[in-house]
């Protein structure tokens, strides 16, 4: 009986024979060749015009914010239930996190605190889309319209999420995507930065190839300090196959929650990824979240997890819990209570009925065990 990994990529022929003609041919005047398209076919996919390959998620928001104007002094708001990558740019550029409450279901920004949160120095809020999961959009674009703020969207973990039609990461003033290794779809490393913001758009192409203006005369000459978070041809081969699969990429996503849904709902006490009536959830990371009655806690599922030879990812500890953030003191008890009895259950591609049945096994042996009289 093999272990069972949390995730891993789906990668195959279509993908060898790209980046082997990028290996092969990619260089000289074909040296942007695989990023261009990359560019076109994933802002095709995500219905925008604009499209900017990254090296990163990370260096996405970095240089979205700063063509925002993001800088010393200034707020963005963002939920405290979130991976770092999420608010370390914001201090890259001098400004402060503020961390508000996540919603009980969703597991995102709670829209009420974002309001409440919202001050002089606030520049603009970062919509965070859990695990697949959606933000409110409704409820924080209309925030944002009343305030003057512009809404990002860190859709890092949402390729293949949908808000009432629309692609999430599309809604915002800009959204980033994150490609790694463990994500629905993937370059290794790598990300994407996509908006329908024509000026929007130019500012963070010039910041993204050290502040060089494109089409200048000068030849090696930036008109202002700028990035080097550019992606490269080989990681875009990969990604061209990969937007090409995106359809079987999202589908096989979504069959494997079914599966664990339909095997875990006659469970009692438990609750997973929502999917609101008005949108689609891409579902990239399958989360159970357990009533505290049952008391399930993290340390047990991670030792039941183990001893049935299965990786154990944990749920994402608040942003305010961090030694580098502990001088914030929000008042997040829903973002604190998540991670103390909840986890992420393994999703890739490949995975077997057999191998979804070991991990069911395990919940339905700890939720059975828990509430037996």
């Not at 990619?26 to 040296?31: L, V």
């Not at 930065?193 to 030849?219: C, E, I, M, P, W």
């Amino acid at each position: 009986m093999s272990r069972i990994h949390y995730t891993k990529p789906s990668v195959g022929e279509l993908e060898a024979r790209y980046v082997l003609d990028a290996v092969q041919n990619g260089w000289g005047e074909r040296c942007y060749e695989y990023i261009t398209r990359f560019e076109k076919n994933f802002a095709q996919h995500m219905g925008v015009p604009y499209a900017i390959a990254t090296s990163s998620c990370t260096g996405a928001l970095h240089m979205g914010m700063a063509a925002l104007g993001i800088g010393a002094g200034d707020e963005v708001i963002l939920a405290d239930t979130n991976w770092i990558a999420s608010a370390a740019p914001i201090t890259y550029l001098g400004a402060t996190p503020v961390f508000v409450d996540v919603l009980p279901d969703s597991w995102c920004l709670d829209p009420e605190q974002v309001r409440r949160a919202i001050t002089p120095r606030t520049k603009a809020i970062l919509a965070v889309h859990l695990y697949g999961n959606l933000c409110d959009m409704d409820a924080l674009l209309a925030i944002g319209r009343e305030f003057g703020l512009p809404v990002i969207e860190d859709a890092a973990e949402a390729v293949g999420s949908q808000w009432r039609g629309q692609a999430a990461g599309s809604l915002g003033a800009f959204g980033a995507f994150s490609f790694h290794g463990t994500k629905t779809m993937t370059t290794g490393e790598g990300g994407m930065f996509v908006t329908s913001d024509k000026a929007l758009y130019d500012r963070v192409l010039t910041l993204s190839n050290h502040g060089r203006v494109a089409g200048s005369s000068k030849q090696f000459w930036p008109d202002f300090l700028g990035f080097k978070y550019k992606m490269s041809n080989l990681q875009a081969a990969v990604g061209v196959a990969q937007v090409e699969r995106i359809g079987e990429l999202i589908d096989r996503k979504r069959a494997i929650f079914k599966h664990y849904a339909e095997a875990l709902e006659a469970l009692p006490g438990l609750s997973m990824n929502p999917e609101p009536v008005h949108a689609r959830n891409g579902y990239w990371m399958p989360t159970v979240v357990f009533d505290r009655e049952l008391g399930i806690t993290r340390d047990l599922l991670i030792a039941a997890f183990q001893a049935a030879d299965i990786d154990a990812r944990v749920f994402f500890w608040p942003l305010s819990s961090l030694p580098m953030f502990s001088d914030m003191v929000p008042e997040s008890p829903v973002a604190h209570s998540l991670p103390e009895r909840a986890i992420n259950l393994p999703s890739y591609h490949d995975m077997t009925d057999d191998d979804q049945r070991r991990v069911i096994e395990v919940l339905r042996t700890l939720v059975l065990k828990g509430t037996r009289p």
